[in-house]
């Protein structure tokens, strides 16, 4: 196969950044910060224009030649790139996956509120989300309307995860992140605050301000809580405001991404 070496033992230790996808605890423990998976092509695409330091690859036969356009890309230049036959795949990873195409890279550390704080004018707060597609839904979104970056809650899913990355196509990997620690929440949002920012605690309270009334401040944290049980008590005190967005009464709610959507074209067209 050229430029790959092919996989014929599930255990071989050059692929073990590639087991056990489907048990996410163990894939938290696995990859700690050191590295994250990438999946399909275009969020590989993304990943070389990301800056992240890849580590290797592994594919299904099937998908060797369409990957060797890859292989001259500086970024993969001494990569190990691995071949492995389905029944091989399938013990590797832990289920069936006919077509794979996957990418171990380095991650980046995250950054500090503080930081985000001081170089932005449009953040994303994201407290306790644990869908992991649904913050990969919310990267993309946030990426296609210039948020400059995302701050999570300690509990939040984690912004690497496999899935997260592939429902972004990628874009997670040009967010700039920062992670509250357990002593910082919410206490995160005064150092927001601090630097400026108004933050709106998106919310269906009946009270609460109209998105389409709303005045974009120049510099906005724009907060959204978990499917179900939305923003906490204390994040929802510690905003500057609680906004919602005006739907039909037929309608019970909108999904959390589509509700950042929404949100981050409103908060797009005023206040900069």
């Not at 196509?169 to 700039?176: A, S």
Request: a negative charge; hydrophobic letters at 45%; one cysteine or more.
């Amino acid at each position: 196969m050229g430029e790959t070496t092919l996989i014929g033992d599930a255990d071989d230790p050059r692929v073990s950044d590639f087991r056990r996808l489907n048990d996410q605890a163990a894939r938290r423990e696995m990859e700690g910060d050191e590295y994250f998976l990438s999946e399909g092509w275009v969020s590989i695409e993304r990943l070389i224009d990301s800056g992240h330091v890849f580590r290797s690859v592994l594919l299904s036969p099937s998908r060797v030649n369409r990957f060797r356009p890859f292989m001259d890309q500086p970024e993969l230049h001494g990569v190990p790139v691995y071949a492995a036959d389905r029944d091989v795949m399938h013990d590797i990873v832990g289920f069936d996956l006919p077509r794979g195409v996957l990418v171990s890279a380095s991650r980046k550390p995250l950054r500090t509120v503080e930081q985000l704080a001081a170089t932005s004018t449009r953040l994303i707060v994201l407290e306790a989300l644990n869908d992991d597609e649904n913050v990969g839904a919310i990267a993309r979104a946030a990426r296609a309307f210039d948020i400059d970056g995302m701050v999570l809650s300690p509990t939040c899913t984690d912004p690497y995860h496999r899935r997260t990355v592939r429902v972004s196509m990628g874009e997670i990997l040009h967010m700039r992140v920062a992670r509250a620690g357990p002593d910082e929440w919410p206490r995160a949002l005064d150092t927001l605050h601090a630097h400026g920012f108004r933050s709106w605690a998106m919310t269906p309270a009946a009270d609460a301000i109209g998105l389409w009334n709303a005045d974009v401040p120049s510099r906005l944290a724009i907060m959204l809580g978990a499917e179900g049980p939305g923003l906490t008590q204390a994040a929802l005190d510690a905003a500057t405001s609680q906004v919602r967005i005006p739907i039909s009464e037929m309608v019970d709610s909108l999904n959390v991404g589509h509700a950042a959507a929404i949100t981050f074209a409103v908060a797009s067209q005023g206040g900069r």
